[in-house]
């Protein structure tokens, strides 16, 4: 809004003419997402707080936390899109096509997400609605973005897969790249909703991945950068750095409240749109391989919990103490916090390694 009245106002005052730069708006997108995270932060887990609506812990889970987590309100993502959503309406160029697609699948696996959350407070257990309907939901609704990005993206490269480390390896995908783009949005919806269990372990590796894609859509939307790097180009897609930055102002926002000990938990209604909307920014970008090395960690974590039901149902053995895998660990004595900040290690870690595949073709 901001960034299409300004424009307009340009001929008038040209000092305005600086909002022009996707670097600029992608700084403020980033600022303002963070700046509306802390102004509803406190109301908004008071509310919460005293309507009760907190998280159903887990009966399986570790026995730390039914002692320390027991209160805690949930339902935090509505605090996270709402700063995403103001940073990209501001700053954001509305004209594009790529920024509707990426507010289309955050808001509407956020409203699956908080459905979810919803039904658990409801039942007052950790089962929301059933897995099954959750993926064949998500399936839809990604189908939904899908066909908008083939109708109003306009990109040439929609059906074309690129791989990292190589200047000219590209995989034509045919109509076989909608089950694809469905796998990669869904499965990284579900991988970030899996990994969000302890304070602060999903949002810093969000961070770190959103960061990296501000950068990857920045380049790739730019000639001159894609040139250099041997990276395609596709035009207008830059514009996602906005909403990446709008990402990263929440999730900071957020982890001032997320903080051990969290004073709220994100829900499914915050992993499921991050998880979803990282996974659109990824195939716009056409760097849908990078993320899964910078988001490497979410990987992770999902791989341990399809590990541990196919060995269960094969052979009736668990290969983890509890899965996902970051409860494994706190089973093994793990204090939580070690368990946290090692896994934000391993996320820098993969992070660079996903930031250096684009020079190293």
Known sequence: MLFSLFS?????FSF?????????????????????????????????????IHDPIREDGPSEHIVKKIGTPTMGGLMILLGIFSGVLLWGDLSNPYNWFLIYIAGSFGLLGAYDDFQKIKKNNSNGISSKLKIIIQIVLALGGIYLLYLFGG?????????????????NLGWFFIPFYLFVIVGSSNAVNLTDGLDGLATVPVILVAACFAFISYVTGNIVFSEYLKIVYIDGVGEASIFCGAIIGSCLGFLWFNAPPAKIFMGDTGSLALGGSLGAVGIITKHEIVLAITGGLFVLEAVSVIAQVISFKLTGRRIFKMAPIHHHFEKKGWPESTVVIRFWIISIILAMIGLATLKLR
């Open 16 to 52: 305005l003419n600086v909002f022009k730069y996707l670097t600029v708006r992608t700084g403020l997108s980033m600022f303002t997402s963070m700046t509306v995270v802390f102004l509803v932060g406190g109301p908004l887990i008071n509310y919460f707080s005293s309507h009760q």
């Open 8 to 12: 307009n106002l340009v001929e008038i």
């Open 155 to 171: 990109s040439n490269e929609l059906e074309n897969l690129y791989f990292p480390f190589f200047k000219n390896l590209v995989i």
